[in-house]
C-alpha cells in the first residue's frame, strides 16, 4: 500500500526524515492547491510502495571501513562484492556503493566507465525501481551494479548523510547485498550514519603503526557518535607471517573482534588489474581470494551454494556433509 502523510509545512521535514523509508509523498494543507489530488492519484495508481517491482526483501547491508588512506579498503569492496555476487548467480544483484576517497576507486579497478554517480541516484529516488536499475546504473559483466560518487567537488558537497540514508533505504528493496565502501572517508558524522545502517561492519587495517592509531581514533570517534562499536570486526590486510602481528593480537589492542588475515599480494593484485580483473577473477586459488571466500561465506544472509566451497580434502568433506 502506497503511504501518503498529510500535515502543514511547519511539520512536514521531520515528519518526512522520520517515515522517510514508508511515506512516498507528503500533502501540504498549507499549501495544498491541486497537488492532493495528484498526489492521492499517483498514489493509487502505483498500487504499492514498491511501483509493483521490488521485493519485499530488506537487503543487507556491508559497510567497509578503512583505517586510513591506502589499507586497501576499496580492493576488499570490490573483492567482496565479486564473491557475493558469485553466490547469487542469475537470481539477484549486489550493489556496491563506492562511497570511497578517492573517488570511483571501485570504477577504475573493476574497468568501469559507465558514468552514473550516487547524486543522480539520489535525485532519482522516486524514479528507481528494476527498469530504472538495469537502464542507468552501471552493471560489472558479472552481475552486480555499481553507483559511484560524483567526481565534480560541487555536486559530491550536495549528498547529505539523510540523503545517502534513504538511497540505501530505496535500494535495500532491490538488492539483497550491498557493500558500502567507506574508505578514505573523513567525515566521521556521515560514516557514523552509514555503519548505523550496516548488518556487518568490516574495519580494514594493515600490520602498521600508524594504521593501527588512525583505526584507533576511527573506533573512538564512532564510539563519541553512539554507534555500537562491538559490531565492527577486523580484516587485516598486507599481511606478511615475517611480521608476527596477527588480526587477534591487532583486534585485542583496538578492542575489536578480529576477522582474519588478507596476505599482502602487492604483485598480484597490480597484475590482475593490468589485465582489468580484480584478485578473486584473475587467481581465485591465492590465499588472498580464498580468505575473502571465508569472509563471504560468514556472510549467512547469502544463498548456500554462493558460499564458495572450501576445496580440498575439508572442503569436499564439508560439502558431502552439508547435502
Ligand atoms: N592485500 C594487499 N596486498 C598488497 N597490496 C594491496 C593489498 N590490498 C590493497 N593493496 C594495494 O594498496 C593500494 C591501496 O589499495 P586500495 O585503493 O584498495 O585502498 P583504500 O583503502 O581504498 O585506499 P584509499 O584510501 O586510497 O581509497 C593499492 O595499490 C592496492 O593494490
Ligand atoms: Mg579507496
Known amino acids: 500500500m502506497a503511504l501518503v502523510a498529510v500535515g502543514n509545512s511547519a511539520v512536514a521535514d521531520s515528519v518526512l526524515a522520520a517515515l522517510r523509508s514508508g511515506v512516498r509523498d507528503f500533502i501540504d494543507l498549507d499549501n495544498a492547491d491541486g497537488d492532493a489530488v495528484n498526489i492521492i492519484s499517483r498514489a493509487l495508481a502505483s498500487g504499492n510502495d514498491n511501483g509493483g517491482h521490488a521485493s519485499q526483501t530488506r537487503g543487507k547491508v556491508v559497510a567497509v ?16 562484492s565479486l564473491r557475493a555476487q558469485r553466490a547469487y548467480g542469475a537470481t539477484a544483484r549486489v550493489m556496491l556503493l563506492d562511497f570511497g576517497i578517492p573517488i570511483a576507486d571501485a570504477s577504475l579497478y573493476l574497468n568501469q566507465k559507465k558514468e552514473f554517480d550516487l547524486l543522480q541516484a539520489i535525485n532519482s529516488l522516486s524514479r528507481i525501481d528494476e527498469t530504472f536499475i538495469a537502464s542507468a546504473f552501471a552493471s560489472h559483466p558479472t552481475g552486480f551494479s555499481l553507483l559511484p560518487m560524483p ?4 555536486r559530491l558537497r550536495q549528498i547529505s548523510y539523510d540523503d545517502a540514508v534513504a538511497l540505501i533505504g530505496a535500494l535495500r528493496r532491490f538488492f539483497p547485498t550491498l557493500v558500502a565502501d567507506l574508505g578514505g572517508f573523513a567525515d566521521l558524522d556521515f560514516v557514523a550514519a552509514m555503519v548505523r545502517q550496516a548488518d556487518e561492519v568490516l574495519l580494514i587495517s594493515d ?16 564510539a563519541e557518535r553512539g554507534v555500537i562499536v562491538g559490531k565492527i570486526r577486523l580484516l587485516l ?3 606478511d607471517e615475517a611480521l608476527a602481528l ?6 585485542k589492542r583496538l578492542g575489536v573482534a578480529a576477522l582474519s588475515e588478507l596476505p ?3 604483485v598480484a593484485i597490480l597484475q590482475a588489474l593490468n589485465q582489468g580483473k580484480a584478485l578473486v577473477e584473475a587467481s581465485p586459488d591465492d590465499l588472498f581470494s580464498q580468505t575473502i571466500d571465508s569472509v563471504v561465506r560468514q556472510f549467512d544472509w547469502l544463498p548456500a551454494e554462493a558460499s564458495v566451497k572450501p576445496k580440498g580434502l575439508v572442503g569436499g568433506l564439508r560439502n558431502l556433509i552439508r547435502r
Open 237 to 239: 590486510n598486507k599481511y
Open 151 to 154: 567526481t565534480q567537488p560541487d
Open 264 to 266: 599482502h599480494r602487492h
Open 65 to 80: 571501513l578503512g583505517a586510513r588512506a591506502g589499507v586497501g579498503a576499496s580492493t576488499v569492496a570490490v573483492n567482496l
Open 207 to 222: 600490520p602498521s603503526v600508524g594504521s593501527i592509531v588512525s583505526a584507533r581514533s576511527l573506533l573512538q570517534g564512532l
Open 246 to 251: 596477527n588480526a587477534g593480537d591487532v583486534g
